[in-house]
């Protein structure tokens, strides 16, 4: 049934770019014979155009992983009150962003920061194409900013991390050994954020195993205060590991063509992706180049050129 539903989605897009072609050519066609105006045929080629943008950008998303939805972790970096505040306002950003393309967003744990802002968030974004629109979005976002936490009104550059998961359902089979999985419990504390009770019982998950990027022992812990039941926080807990553990293989595979098209331009995962300078009105994609002056519409949720100009560069 979801394959069905796939297929008969992409061919209402299909038919309505067509619609919208036919359209346009009727339009200009009315044109030539005096019947409309140049207004008319050029809002009928800006949305033939949109459509069809619309529909390549889908095309792009095309991979098994893409159509899952998405955790979102924010952890802020080092620098204190400004590093938490930054983390903060990017927890709100995509929160916006979520709320604009009509997805359910839930907060599965939230870590108040000392003063102001956030130390972590971990944001569970779901919806059809969430994690192939957010996977841009991995990596180190910079802040620079005159901070109004510095009593000298000085200009201060802060980072903070954004790690994207998939968010996967049962279709995907994931192993997970039972003799390196422990937990812990414990009462969540702090003001806590939306659907997050500070007197919930939370968990936390450790999980030790062979990483398949590094070959290495490793560990991944995670932390679910969402639901008042203990065994609601473990089974959530459980399907963000699912989705930790598909991440690095994905990463293990994309390593692999990595070194098999080794000419294509590198995508250096966790690295740091964009800067957001507010006192010179820009913000800047490193990897695409692509940047824009309207700051205030970036951090009130608009990425989507930034997501659409990682896509044209990276999407194989």
């Given amino acids: 049934m979801r394959k069905v539903k796939s297929l008969k989605r992409w061919i209402e897009l299909y038919n309505e770019v067509h619609a919208a072609a036919e359209e346009l050519q009727l339009s200009f066609d009315f044109y030539k014979e005096e019947i409309t105006t140049e207004e008319e045929v050029d809002a009928a080629y800006a949305s033939a155009k949109t459509l069809i943008e619309d529909l390549e950008l889908k095309n792009m998303l095309r991979k098994e992983e893409d159509?899952?939805?998405?955790?979102?972790?924010?952890?802020?970096?080092?620098?204190?009150?400004?590093?938490?505040?930054?983390?903060?306002?990017?927890?709100?950003?995509?929160?916006?962003?979520?709320?604009?393309?009509?997805y359910k967003s839930e907060v599965t744990n939230y870590q108040d920061g000392d003063e102001a802002g956030i130390k972590t968030v971990t944001l569970q974004i779901d919806g059809d194409l969430a994690y192939g629109y957010l996977k841009s979005e991995n990596g180190v976002h910079r802040l620079v900013r005159v901070s109004p936490f510095n009593a000298q009104g000085k200009r201060m550059t802060s980072f903070t991390s954004v790690f994207v998961t998939?968010?996967?359902?049962?279709?995907?089979?994931?192993?997970?050994?039972?003799?390196?999985?422990?937990?812990?419990?414990?009462?969540s504390s702090g003001a806590g954020g939306q659907n997050v009770n500070k007197v919930e019982t939370g968990v936390r998950l450790h999980y030790k195993f062979t990483n398949p990027v590094t070959n290495q022992p490793d560990e991944i812990v995670i932390e679910n205060t969402e639901s008042r039941s203990?065994?609601?926080?473990?089974?959530?807990?459980?399907?963000?590991?699912?989705?930790?553990?598909?991440e690095l293989e994905l990463e293990r595979r994309r390593a692999e063509s990595a070194k098999v098209e080794a000419g294509k331009k590198k995508i250096e995962w966790g690295s740091q992706i964009r800067s957001y300078v507010f006192d010179d009105?820009?913000?800047?994609?490193?990897?695409?180049?692509?940047?824009?002056?309207?700051?205030?519409?970036?951090?009130?949720?608009?990425?989507?050129?930034?997501?659409?100009?990682?896509?044209?560069?990276?999407?194989?």
């Fill in 281 to 316: 009105r820009r913000v800047k994609d490193h990897r695409t180049n692509y940047q824009t002056s309207n700051v205030q519409a970036v951090m009130d949720g608009g990425i989507d050129d930034f997501i659409k100009a990682y896509l044209m560069e990276f999407s194989e």
């Fill in 166 to 187: 998939p968010l996967i359902d049962d279709s995907i089979e994931i192993e997970i050994n039972p003799a390196g999985l422990s937990w812990d419990t414990f009462r």
């Fill in 67 to 102: 159509h899952f939805g998405a955790v979102l972790k924010i952890v802020a970096g080092a620098g204190g009150t400004e590093a938490q505040d930054w983390a903060d306002m990017l927890f709100r950003m995509y929160q916006r962003w979520a709320e604009k393309q009509g």
């Fill in 230 to 246: 203990q065994f609601g926080n473990k089974d959530n807990a459980l399907r963000l590991l699912k989705g930790q553990l598909y």
